[in-house]
């Protein structure tokens, strides 16, 4: 099968109009200040201000991935402006839209979840900033799905995870990555999912991409998958 790039959802500008903004508002700055006319240095700091804003935004978009999700015939990616990962369809167990309580009722949520068949060799490929970027993120839907299983667990105990983890082999993993791979195991006791992807970062409908991958996740060659 051919491979499917689905795109990053841009949620500004692109990054050369905010250049463009920014260096307008650098240039009245500018004028401001050479003017010497009443409150011109207030003004001038207003705009300086609003251009370091637009030159922040504008780095922070050139930073961003040019596709979230990449479908290949074998394995399944995912892209982020800290890292990322790449899953084989073989070690896939399900993947579905979760759906957890939200304003009182069972609704679909903003994710994609996805079960493993084993955690030990994904987790490995991570790296630190990713995982710590991610494991901020992911509050929200640990608040979910304590809230849907009506879990009496404070969150305050599940934000912070053991930094030790021993793999199904016996190895030992510490750090950030054992720390994800307790989360994932707490995701999956609470939803049924160890992964989760974030729809608002894809520029395509949840049920669109869920279908696409479900495709690709059952044609994939038997010979890669259990």
């Known amino acids: 099968m051919t491979s499917q790039y689905i795109p990053y959802y841009q949620h500004h500008s692109r990054p050369k109009t905010l250049v463009y903004l920014g260096c307008i508002c650098l240039g009245f700055a500018w004028i ?70 939200q304003h009182g009722d069972y609704q679909d949520s903003h994710y ?25 993120e992911q509050r929200p839907i ?7 299983e009506r879990h009496d667990l404070d969150i305050q105990d599940k934000l912070f995870e053991s930094d030790y983890y021993r793999c199904e082999d016996g190895r030992i993993i510490t750090g950030l990555q054992a720390m994800f791979a307790h989360r994932m195991l707490t995701l999956q006791k609470l939803t049924g999912f160890h992964l989760w992807i974030d729809l608002s970062n894809i520029a395509l409908p949840s049920t669109e991409l869920l279908k696409l991958s479900r495709t690709y996740w059952q044609q994939a060659p038997r010979q890669t998958k259990n």
């Open 32 to 101: 401001l200040l050479i003017s010497q006319l009443m409150l011109s240095n207030v003004l001038a700091s207003v705009m300086l201000f609003i251009s370091f804003l637009n030159f922040k935004l504008a780095y922070n978009q050139a930073k961003l991935p040019r596709f979230a999700v990449v479908l290949c015939e074998d394995h399944i990616q995912y892209h982020h402006c800290y890292g990322g990962w790449s899953l084989p369809w073989q070690q896939l167990q399900s993947i579905a839209i979760p759906r957890l309580i």
């Open 112 to 136: 994609i979840g996805l079960r493993l068949q084993h955690l030990d060799s994904f987790i490995e490929q991570l790296n630190p900033r990713f995982i710590s970027q991610i494991l901020t």
């Open 142 to 148: 640990l608040r979910l799905a304590l809230a849907t």
